[in-house]
């Protein structure tokens, strides 16, 4: 079986277009393998970035049926090839390419994201030699990036791009309360989370209507293990260079929670990415139709500010 594995890890078949190589990469799972893509220029002893992805069903490209097309991920990797930097975007355990590797993609928790990190370091380093990789978290990839950086073998450094800085239950609660409509549901929703976050389930069959499907037992398993934690206690933990990059027209993770993270780790770096969403993508007005637009938007290029912060990060002497 460990013969197996390796020869699985060093498997792989490379396109290249424009001179970018993109090879199928596979690092172990706990029932089968876990892939993703490796995208460099063929250089070797260059800096390698994990990109771990954000919520739910999220692919490899950034892409998830619940109406994001933006292709980030992908063209992230694209972009960082271009600076010589080599990049590794996956699929999560029990998804798409990722499917056999647990039989349920709802039985997860942030820990066995966590532990796929360090089984993703391995591989990568086995196949291009890089001593250590810098791990790139997006959104809740952010709190994965966290929780894996409590035990740094491996891992360079964190990449932290609109990462919330409060304690995963604040962030649903915050959602809820923006909408004057639901203020008859913010007590049943407060204790649903609250319950949560304690570390017990809720039937959701006591909850109002509009709530019960917010809260699905499928899922309970996975959202205590993510209300239970707290990003700035755990960047506290960090003894890594940590880059933390947050857009000014995210309409999901606020400027406010970049801040909380960068005060809990001083020695962080926080850059403020002017007129940028959370899918990196350039947005010049406050315009919220005009900001969701850009998720279905794979043509459209990432703001130009993001490639060459994460490049100046990763290539930084030390």
């Known amino acids: 079986m460990i013969g197996a594995l390796a020869a699985m890890v060093l498997a792989g078949v490379a396109q290249q277009v424009d001179h970018i190589t993109r090879t199928e990469i596979v690092a172990p799972g706990p029932s089968g393998a876990l892939k993703g893509t490796l995208t460099n220029l063929g250089m070797r002893g260059k800096p390698v970035i994990l990109i771990v992805p954000g919520s739910g069903p999220t692919d490899r490209d950034g892409n998830n049926r619940l109406g994001v097309a933006a292709s980030t991920y992908r063209l992230l990797a694209e972009a960082l090839a271009k600076e010589g930097i080599a990049s590794v975007r996956i699929d999560k355990r029990g998804m798409f390419g990722s499917a056999a590797a647990i039989a349920d993609a709802n039985a997860v928790t942030i820990d066995d994201y966590a532990q796929d990190v360090h089984a993703w370091a391995r591989a990568i380093s086995q196949r291009t030699s890089a001593r250590c990789v810098w791990v790139l978290g997006h959104s809740e990839g952010g709190l994965v990036a966290l929780q894996a950086a409590q035990q740094s073998s491996g891992i360079c450094g964190l990449?932290?791009?609109?990462?919330?800085?409060?304690?995963?239950?604040?962030?649903?609660?915050?959602?809820?309360?923006?909408?004057?409509?639901?203020?008859?549901?913010?007590?049943?929703?407060?204790?649903?989370?609250?319950?949560?976050?304690?570390?017990?389930?809720?039937?959701?069959?006591?909850?109002?209507?509009?709530?019960?499907?917010?809260?699905?037992?499928?899922?309970?398993?996975?959202?205590?293990?993510?209300?239970?934690?707290?990003?700035?206690?755990?960047?506290?933990?960090?003894?890594?260079?940590?880059?933390?990059?947050?857009?000014?027209?995210?309409?999901?993770?606020?400027?406010?929670?970049?801040?909380?993270?960068?005060?809990?780790?001083?020695?962080?770096?926080?850059?403020?990415?002017?007129?940028?969403?959370?899918?990196?993508?350039?947005?010049?007005?406050?315009?919220?139709?005009?900001?969701?637009?850009?998720?279905?938007?794979?043509?459209?290029?990432?703001?130009?500010?993001?490639?060459?912060?994460?490049?100046?990060?990763?290539?930084r002497p030390r």
């Open 159 to 315: 990449i932290l791009v609109a990462t919330p800085g409060r304690p995963m239950g604040d962030i649903p609660k915050a959602q809820l309360r923006a909408n004057p409509a639901n203020a008859s549901l913010l007590p049943d929703a407060d204790r649903a989370i609250d319950t949560l976050a304690s570390g017990s389930r809720v039937d959701p069959a006591t909850l109002p209507a509009p709530l019960q499907p917010l809260f699905p037992a499928v899922v309970q398993e996975f959202l205590i293990s993510a209300f239970a934690l707290d990003p700035v206690r755990l960047i506290k933990s960090v003894r890594l260079p940590v880059l933390i990059m947050q857009g000014t027209h995210d309409l999901q993770v606020e400027l406010a929670d970049a801040t909380r993270l960068a005060a809990a780790k001083p020695n962080s770096r926080l850059i403020e990415l002017t007129d940028v969403n959370h899918v990196l993508k350039p947005v010049a007005s406050s315009d919220r139709a005009a900001n969701v637009a850009t998720y279905a938007a794979p043509d459209l290029p990432l703001a130009p500010a993001v490639v060459p912060a994460i490049a100046a990060f990763v290539n």
